[in-house]
């Protein structure tokens, strides 16, 4: 449901899902990995970046966390 939402570019319904499921499954590191790029894709960098770190540090090998991370990362150092 919340990529459905964040496909269509219902952003703000969409970041509400993934907290939702972040809520009800804190040790979830792909809960914090999609919430992470809801916020990546409306734009809010700050909020995206630590989900991304909260979903790594649930599992070091969650190499889209590491890839989008980068990517931020990119974009900070250009602004």
Not at 10 to 22: C, D, H, P, T
Not at 58 to 65: E, I, K, T, W
């Amino acid at each position: 449901m919340g990529y459905q939402l964040l496909w269509a570019n219902k952003n703000k319904e969409s970041i509400g899902v993934f907290r939702l499921v972040a809520w009800l499954f804190p040790d979830s590191f792909n809960a914090f990995d999609c919430l992470a790029e809801a916020y990546q894709q409306k734009g809010n960098y700050e909020l995206a970046i630590i989900n991304y770190r909260k979903s790594l540090d649930l599992n070091s090998a969650n190499s889209n966390a590491v890839q989008h991370l980068s990517q931020l990362k990119q974009l900070k150092l250009g602004t």
